[in-house]
């Protein structure tokens, strides 16, 4: 059990819970301890695959919030007070929480018929109550993360207590949240719970302030300073960037089994990048025209352009190999 790599997340307070004040708040609270009833017969203690899950279902709710409040203040001609920047925000917060636990577990065949069949019943149901009510929708928003709260936090007791395995996080982990390189899942679960928590106090205000309920709420009748900026995630533009990656690899060769005719001179295609990486040892990489010399080793790759003369030289004992590809992968 290694819990030494927490890294600085926001405190979270896990106790807060909304008490239902009238018809609308009852009526959220009721969907959703029916809801975490489903979630809770259906999956029991498999944390990873219910996370996937129920991470689908959870970014849906600020994309429909954005639609609507975008809509409504177009027809209104009126500002939207940062609810619409906060909601999208949610929405790609959740589904990168999606996205990460992807990386640890994968669902079932029959996992991924339930997303499709959930996301088209919740879509049109949340869509349609939010219509008729924006504060119950925020509100029952606001109950479903108090319950992914609880669900986090059963779900660090279960991989502190050995029954879950704390893998290493994935790399999109790493990147979105900034965490060290040696942290794990327990981390990870650490910093999406806090994402939740805070998920749930801003829905949980949104409602207030439809209901203009701030006074009674225990929450700030002032979000807007508070609004969701995320400040320690990374931009989803740069994690979600496609990795360029080779088309073609070849074997790994060494002094002698290098092939002849990459010790003469000789190039690639016209639209072929190549990357020649020596694993050990030291290989002498010459271009012509102009001429030049490198000596590769394992920390120093050797970039061929389209059509770019070379030869190389194994310098003593070498393992190599050369990687192809359809486009620059320095510009990467
Ligand atoms: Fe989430
Ligand atoms: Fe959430």
């Known amino acids: 059990m290694t819990q030494a790599n927490t890294p600085t997340i926001p405190a979270v307070d896990l106790t807060v819970h909304h008490q239902p004040g009238d018809l609308s708040d009852r009526f959220a609270l009721s969907v959703t301890k029916l809801l975490r009833w489903c ?3 259906f999956f029991a ?18 994309m429909v919030g954005a639609t609507l409040t975008h809509l409504r203040c177009l027809r209104k001609l009126e500002a939207d007070r940062g609810w619409i920047r906060t909601l999208m925000e949610e929405a790609e917060n959740e589904r990168m929480h999606l996205m990460t636990f992807v990386a640890v577990a994968q669902p079932t065949l029959f996992e991924r018929w339930l997303i499709l069949l959930v996301q088209w019943l919740f879509y049109i149901g949340f869509f349609v109550l939010y219509l008729f009510s924006a504060r119950t929708a925020h509100r029952l ?21 050995g029954r879950s395995a704390n893998v290493p996080a994935p790399a999109i982990a790493l990147q979105y949240w900034g965490l060290p390189a040696n942290a794990t899942l ?8 806090a994402d939740e928590a805070h998920h749930r ?21 002032d979000l807007n300073s508070d609004l969701a900026p995320y400040p320690w995630h990374a931009s989803t533009l740069e994690i979600e960037k496609p990795a360029v ?12 089994t290098l092939p002849a005719a990459l010790k003469r001179r000789h190039n690639t295609a016209s639209d072929v990048w190549g990357v ?3 694993k050990q040892g030291q290989l002498k990489l010459t271009f012509l025209e102009p001429h030049s010399e490198q000596v590769l080793d394992a920390s120093n790759p050797g970039y061929l352009a389209p059509q770019q003369d070379h030869f190389v030289e194994p310098l003593g004992k070498v393992s ?11 510009a990467a």
């Open 141 to 161: 928003v606001g109950y479903f993360e108090e319950e992914a709260v609880i669900s986090y936090t059963h779900y660090l007791n279960e991989i502190d207590a």
């Open 320 to 330: 190599v190999c050369v990687e192809f590809y359809h486009s620059d992968p320095r």
């Open 45 to 62: 203690k498999r944390y990873g695959h219910r996370a996937i899950v129920l991470e689908t279902v959870a970014a849906v709710p600020g």
């Open 245 to 256: 990656t080779p088309y073609r690899k070849t074997a790994d060769f060494n002094e002698t």
């Open 186 to 193: 327990r981390d990870v679960v650490l910093v999406v719970r």
């Open 276 to 278: 020649i990486r020596v």
């Open 201 to 221: 106090d801003v829905n949980h205000g949104f409602a207030a302030q439809l209901g203009d309920q701030a006074a009674n709420s225990g929450l700030s009748p």
């Open 39 to 41: 979630a809770d017969t």
